[in-house]
């Protein structure tokens, strides 16, 4: 037999056999994919959240230099609105630094790390889902779980790190070493909790906006069965269990360390985890479990018209701001009598707090509605920015190839943000007043607080157009951001940080009287609703001059 006929008549080679794919082939690379665009956005999380912290190691020790200053605060933290609106109480007697962080801190970190790992959950998953990337993504050699692993395991990394910042951060300040790492790991317990609830409604919820809601919303029904739970009795009640940010409190840092309560977070974890797991096979790419209910066939005559259209698209989330400010209003005022004599009896807290004028309930009470209306502004930037999703969605393209001009769709959301902005400065004014009204038996400090809120609305304004003016340019909406922050850091902690009187009086939120402490002036008033409004001018003009970007 030649060599020719043995090559033909010897048996094929067995051709190479492609790996085995699994249904988590690909994570790797789409979670270092997640790495990397969130390469900004996680550590300004971390920073953001470890920063908190640090301001608090300063204020404290200038706010409360002493013991018996300290005992001042327990004093209004006993109080049940007081521990509805921090934590249960512990250490209370002794009420020293660490007793403080876990009290009035671990709350409101726990909160910002659950809100924090829902939206990189979600933004991995369901939102790529919806602009057609995972599409893409899927025609690969990718599992069908590598998408949710990957949004996970990012979330997972964020939380990571947030629990080392805190624990450099606590350990930094001087405080023992386990109650720092007791706080961190109550936090990024609380992450990954809610870290695997964002991974559940992503499977559920028919929208990536729907599922980021319900998320946002189990979150603040969680602080909420906390509030209640700790308002109850000292040291919480039965329904502060019902809450995993009350677990990571109840842990009681710096006071009687215990470490169990946070395996209770571990545990509802993996249960979370587990369900989501098991429901990305039931559903469609792009679909959630629950299903879009069809609409009517025609819409009200109102509701064609871009002003209609965006103002029934921002209902919810109006009603939702409201119902929340009005509640934080509500208690605020309530808690009002207890912090005007604890400035009464120190008035360096009244300084750092910015109450002004002769009366220091009015003056309290006005400090207290300048930062509500940080908080409207935050409301109506985030609603101007929804121009920049329905753009890069391709909807604004599909609005303005009919009629509706540019300036007519620019004008709509700024008209809805306003709007709203001006339902929740009323609301805070109203509650804020209700709530100091009960407690010191003044019913005209309703009708006052109600109209002082308007004051605020020039400076509304100035934010609203600032976002429709940096939309109109094509900018990053992070530099609407960066400005509202700077604003309200100067706002809240320029007393404190003993910035120069000039900086305080040329942020935008100290250029408007804070009535009713303050006499009412316009000159100001008028200022800052012609800054709005030659704002709003340029981003008329920029809008109409740029591409869409979809």
């Keep these: 037999m030649t060599a020719a006929t043995h090559a033909r008549t010897a048996p094929d080679a067995p051709a190479p056999t492609a790996p085995r794919a699994s249904t988590l082939t690909g994570t790797g690379r789409l979670l270092r994919l997640a790495l990397r665009r969130d390469r900004v956005r996680i550590p300004v999380w971390v920073a953001s959240i470890a920063g908190l912290v640090g301001y608090f190691a300063v204020a404290i020790p200038v706010a409360y230099p002493d013991a018996a200053a300290r005992q001042t605060r327990a004093a209004i933290m006993r109080d049940p609105s007081g521990a509805l609106l921090s934590g249960p109480g512990y250490g209370l007697d002794d009420y020293t630094m660490g007793a403080m962080v876990t009290n009035e801190m671990l709350g409101m970190l726990a909160v910002a790390a659950a809100l924090m790992s829902a939206f990189l959950v979600v933004r991995h998953t369901r939102a790529e889902e919806e602009i057609g990337r995972t599409d893409l993504v899927r025609a690969g050699v990718v599992g069908r779980h590598a998408t949710l692993a990957a949004g996970v395991l990012d979330a997972l990394v964020a939380n990571a790190a947030v629990a080392l910042a805190l624990v450099g951060a606590l350990v930094g300040t001087g405080l023992a070493v386990d109650g720092s790492v007791a706080v961190a790991l109550g936090v990024a317990g609380v992450g990954v909790v809610f870290t695997g609830v964002a991974a559940l409604t992503a499977q559920v919820a028919s929208t990536a906006r729907a599922a980021t809601g319900s998320a946002g919303a189990l979150v603040g029904l969680a602080y909420l069965l906390r509030g209640i739970g700790d308002a109850q009795q000292t040291g919480g009640s039965t329904l502060s269990w019902a809450s995993p940010i009350g677990w990571a409190q109840q842990t009681r840092a710096f006071v009687d360390l215990r470490w169990w309560p946070l395996a209770l977070h571990a545990l509802l974890a993996v249960v979370l985890l587990a369900g989501a797991w098991a429901l990305v096979g039931r559903r469609d790419v792009g679909a959630g479990l629950l299903t879009v209910r069809p609409g009517r066939g025609t819409a009200a005559a109102w509701l064609r018209t871009p002003l209609g259209l965006t103002a029934r698209l921002e209902r919810t989330a109006t009603i939702s701001w409201a119902a929340g400010l009005g509640v934080f209003g509500l208690l605020t005022g309530s808690m009002s009598p207890g912090i005007v004599d604890s400035f009464a009896a120190r008035p360096e807290l009244a300084t750092v707090f910015g109450a002004s004028g002769d009366d220091l309930l009015r003056g309290t009470l006005s400090a207290f509605l300048g930062f509500f209306a940080m908080a409207v502004a935050v409301f109506a930037v985030v609603t101007v920015h929804r121009l920049g999703r329905e753009e890069s969605s ?157």
């Design 394 to 550: 391709g909807r604004a393209g599909v609005v303005l190839a009919s009629a509706v001009g540019r300036p007519r769709w620019l004008l709509a959301h700024v008209g809805v943000a306003l709007g709203g902005g001006t339902v929740l400065l009323l609301v805070c004014g109203a509650t804020l007043g209700a709530g100091a009204a009960g407690s010191v038996g003044d019913a005209g400090l309703a009708v006052d607080l109600t109209l002082a809120a308007l004051v605020h609305l020039p400076t509304v304004a100035l934010f609203t157009a600032l976002a429709a003016a940096v939309h109109g340019a094509g900018l990053p909406s992070w530099t609407t951001w960066a400005t509202l922050v700077a604003s309200i850091v100067v706002g809240l902690y320029g007393p404190l940080l003993d910035l120069p009187a000039a900086v305080l009086d040329a942020a935008p939120f100290g250029l408007v009287p804070a009535l009713p402490a303050e006499a009412f002036d316009l000159a100001p008033v008028l200022g800052v609703g012609a800054g709005a409004a030659a704002l709003l001018g340029v981003a008329l003009v920029l809008h109409r001059r740029r591409d869409l970007r979809a």
